[in-house]
């Protein structure tokens, strides 16, 4: 086991699932489309969205928590879960960066939608990509159960909506120029963000035929590094630059939004992360080495430079 830098071996991994979403996302999203059934520019501005890099963490997660149950056939089902997944990360993305919202040029390194395209194409993008990811998961293709398929379409649905993603966005926007509590900023970080990295480990157990038991821990572990992330995100924010992340950096503390950094510092944020890391460590403590990638990635979130 490493114990400072996330080893090669799982960068290696992380690129590899990565290109194995990008490759299902080109698929999906077809450029070409010789009946003109779909409108092209929606499409472009879709590929814009999806297909401009990321580190395709959360279908990592999907497909690794899936891996956990069998040597490989498992994560084959797993990936369109991954896909969907995926979708709704990147819809949240596009969305957050309008105007109405975080009002955002940069993403990824790469004009964001509405600067690529227009505002009404990219709300509408975000629109279609949210909507699509419970299409690929509901397809009778995926070989999946249908009470698993109808388990993983109620744990994305969740995760993205009122009480997840869009719960703790509004949350977030409300909190603008607020001296928020420290509760409220662990309840808006959780939904906001570790909602759905948590969904990601949730449903890589339910593609992968896990028990009730292995989906409630590795809920857990999602939960925990869900948290991992967005201290770490909260860290780079403070202290990285628009060259490292691909996006504009500092925008918190200007917005006049309290962080856990802002309440307890950077000493304390690293410590936590220390923390967390041994947490998700214990969580795993089961699957022994089929589990070693998930143990370098809850290190990967905690010491992540981008
Ligand atoms: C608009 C409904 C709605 C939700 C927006 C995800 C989100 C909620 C806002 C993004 C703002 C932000 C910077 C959140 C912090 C954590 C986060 C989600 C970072 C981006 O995720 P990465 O680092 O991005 O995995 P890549 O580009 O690698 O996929």
């Not at 489309?33 to 999907?62: Q, S």
């Not at 997944?85 to 993403?107: F, G, K, T, V």
């Not at 202290?239 to 200007?254: C, E, F, I, V, W």
Request: net charge negative; charged share 25%.
């Amino acid at each position: 086991m490493k114990t400072s830098d996330p080893g090669s071996d799982f960068l290696a991994n992380l690129k590899s699932h990565g290109e194995q979403t990008t490759a299902f996302l080109d698929r999906h999203f077809a450029a070409g489309d010789p009946d003109g059934l779909v409108p092209r520019r929606l499409v472009d501005a879709i590929r814009h969205g999806v297909l401009n890099g990321g580190k395709r963490f959360r279908p990592f997660l999907v497909l690794e928590v899936a891996r956990l149950f069998g040597s490989g056939d498992e994560a084959g089902n797993a990936l369109p879960v991954a896909a969907a997944l995926e979708c709704i990360h990147c819809y949240s993305l596009i969305h957050d960066d309008l105007p109405a919202m975080d009002d955002d040029d940069m993403r990824r390194g790469q004009p964001t939608v509405h600067k690529a395209f227009d505002e009404a194409t990219a709300i509408l993008a975000g629109d279609a990509l949210l909507t699509e990811a419970f299409a690929i998961v509901s397809d009778p293709e995926v070989n999946i159960g249908y009470e698993s398929k109808c388990a993983i379409i109620g744990v994305l649905a969740a995760a993205s909506g009122l009480s997840g993603m869009v719960g703790g966005q509004m949350f977030d926007l409300m909190n603008e120029n607020k001296n928020a509590s420290e509760t409220m900023v662990v309840r808006t970080q959780a939904m906001k963000t570790g909602a759905l990295i948590r969904a990601a480990c949730e449903v890589g157990s339910l593609a992968g035929g896990g028990s009730p038991e292995d989906r409630a821990r590795l809920a857990h572990y999602g939960e925990i590094i869900g948290l991992a992330f967005q201290l770490a995100d909260d860290l780079l924010d403070e202290t990285s630059n628009m060259a490292a992340m691909g996006k504009q950096t500092g925008k918190d503390a200007a917005a006049g939004k309290r962080t856990l950094i802002s309440i307890h510092g950077q000493d304390w944020a690293r410590n936590r992360l220390g923390q967390l890391v041994e947490e998700a460590h214990a969580l795993l403590e089961p699957y022994g080495e089929k589990a070693v990638m998930l143990r370098e990635a809850a290190r990967f979130v905690a010491e992540r430079g981008n």
